[in-house]
């Protein structure tokens, strides 16, 4: 954001930033920005990644045509791939472990709500995959959009992990290789998780064997004239498809589309101001018209059984 301010361009990101020597989402420091963009007459569009960006987008399309009164929110994120690799992550190591180790945390009437990580899970339905046992994580675009749909009285995010995932990242955590402090080593001071980083699969090669889909959505329960409406609006996409067209698996597609797609909606005009927003902030209906043209298409549902 410096950067762009400094060259006189507009900003764009696919996640919130945290700082190097704690994992902690928040955007108060990019929010602090906003007066800074408005001066300079340039717009920065903060999480224009899947989640957040699509999920966000997709919580403003159920705000606009759907509901009066958005009340329940909950993100779901399902992975139902398999990669045959023993231990891998499907982005960024340093930056997923740090996400998926620190404690839950979600928004009810008013309060965030901490929990021990992994502390509260369900079985959950994912369409074309069944169930998948998933886990309430802290992700940061609740803070967005709790603040920008103040009619929401409990938000939730919650993410599948398999058994063996987690018993490899309780073995990573005990023997210390989560930490993100200094330690010396041979005289040299290194960060144990940037080293583990180093000596994992590269989540880039991982595209190759990886079969499945990925299944990302928003299940929301509100008021639409006077009456409790559910919705379910939600993306599938192939692992197999996307390394088929692109030679990466499917969440890097799912990350890349929405990126290149908020970039299109700015230098058309369709998504434009000064200052800093966050997507759903923006009308959803021209991205959402052009997602699945670009490989991302999705579906929605009324009035079923969000399980939630």
């Known amino acids: 954001?410096?950067?762009?301010?400094?060259?006189?361009?507009?900003?764009?990101?696919?996640?919130?930033?945290?700082?190097?020597?704690?994992a902690k989402y928040a955007y108060s420091w990019q929010w602090a920005y906003q007066d800074r963009f408005k001066e300079a007459g340039l717009l920065a569009v903060l999480g224009c990644g899947f989640d957040p960006g699509v999920t966000s987008i997709f919580t403003a399309r159920a705000a606009k045509h759907h509901f009066d009164e958005i009340h329940y929110l909950d993100i779901v994120d399902c992975n139902g791939g398999d990669h045959g690799k023993a231990f891998a992550t499907n982005f960024n190591p340093e930056i997923n472990i740090r996400e998926i180790t620190q404690k839950g945390k979600y928004y009810e009437n008013?309060?965030?709500?901490?929990?021990?990580?992994h502390e509260i899970s369900m079985d959950l339905n994912y369409p074309n995959i069944g169930p998948k046992r998933s886990y309430l994580i802290n992700h940061e675009e609740l803070e967005s959009l709790v603040k920008h749909y103040p009619t929401i009285k409990r938000a939730r995010f919650w993410m599948t992990f398999?058994?063996?995932?987690?018993?490899?990242?309780?073995?990573?955590?005990?023997?210390?290789?989560?930490?993100?402090?200094?330690?010396?080593?041979?005289?040299?001071?290194?960060?144990?998780?940037?080293f583990l980083k180093a000596v994992l699969p590269d989540p880039g090669d991982l595209g190759e064997n990886y079969t499945g889909e990925t299944s990302i959505g928003c299940r929301i329960r509100g008021i639409k004239d006077g009456q409790e409406k559910t919705y379910y609006i939600w993306n599938n996409c192939s692992h197999e498809a996307a390394y088929k067209e692109t030679g990466a698996q499917g969440v890097s597609y799912t990350t890349g589309v929405p990126?290149?797609?908020?970039?299109?909606?700015?230098?058309?005009?369709?998504?434009?101001?000064?200052?800093?927003?966050?997507v759903e902030q923006f009308n959803p209906d021209p991205f959402l018209d052009k997602l699945g043209e670009y490989g991302l298409p999705w579906q929605e549902e009324t009035g079923g059984d969000l399980e939630l």
């Open 110 to 117: 008013g309060e965030w709500i901490e929990t021990e990580p």
């Open 259 to 278: 990126a290149m797609l908020g970039a299109m909606m700015v230098l058309t005009g369709k998504w434009s101001g000064t200052g800093v927003f966050n």
């Open 1 to 22: 954001m410096d950067a762009c301010l400094e060259a006189g361009v507009n900003y764009l990101d696919t996640a919130n930033y945290e700082p190097k020597e704690e």
């Open 162 to 194: 398999g058994e063996e995932y987690l018993t490899h990242l309780r073995v990573i955590q005990n023997i210390g290789m989560a930490r993100i402090d200094t330690v010396n080593y041979k005289g040299v001071d290194i960060v144990p998780l940037e």
